[in-house]
């Protein structure tokens, strides 16, 4: 399989995306060594690609049916399932090596992540709480960070976890109103196709508010100073204007400049992170 197909398959643009997840539990758990960053990164990019591979595979006939996700790699036949598997497998051996390389702590509990990768994709057969589980999967990676840097469980990661976890759940929730249709014909579970656009985008928008208060209560926890607030300050514009959004007449359109806008959170959060942990006196 040649990087094309692998990047178009996994979407890497979104594993870069999630990098500064990782990142973000390094610097709250004080900086770390180059050693921590480097395979943290490792590690990140490889549980991601394993993640997607799972996805797709366990997916391919569901996203063979649906209009917006039939020209996929997979379903398309630009790759096999095969080369699929042996990507997931293969990414799987790096994570492990890499968590290893990390401390035993994670190298432990590589193996819990890799269930939780592999588990995602059935939940949604039957659990509209699907999308807090892909919340739950993705905070694995800020409480990685954190845990590859100090080997110690804390409280600390795991509200960052949980702010991870209630904005993307967020975000998944408004994803989901392009499926509702489908996911009630295929009797797939979401929180739209349950409850209701209107609903659906009430519980996004609380989700959202438990993530924001959940990123001042871990700045006053942890002491942060101007730099971190000024990026928690544009964090909260960002989700307000993704909420208006969501509420947009064109919700196709609206939702691409959704996720555009979206890109913007990780980066934003994690520079103001970074600025404050090293460059402020």
Sequence with gaps: MDFKKLSQLILIEQTVFALPFAYLGILFAGGGGLSTWVFAS???VAARTAGMCF???IDAEIDAMNPRTKDRALPKGDVTRQEVMRVAVISCIVFVVSSYMLNMLCFYLSFV????LISYSYFKRFSSASHLYLGFVEAAAPIGGYLATTGEIDLI????????????????VVYALLDVDFDKQQ???SLPSRYGVDKALVISA???????LSLIALGVMTNRREAYW???LCVGIIFMYQQKLARSSDLQHAVKEFFTVNSFISPVLFLATLVDVFFVM
């Design 42 to 44: 490792i590690a990140l």
């Design 55 to 57: 996805n797709r595979l």
């Design 113 to 116: 992540a890799i269930v939780l």
């Design 157 to 172: 990661p795991f509200i960052l976890g949980f702010a991870i976890m209630t904005w993307i759940a967020g975000l998944d």
């Design 187 to 189: 009797g797939l579970y």
């Design 206 to 212: 609380f989700l959202y508010v438990l993530s924001f």
């Design 230 to 232: 000024i990026g928690v």
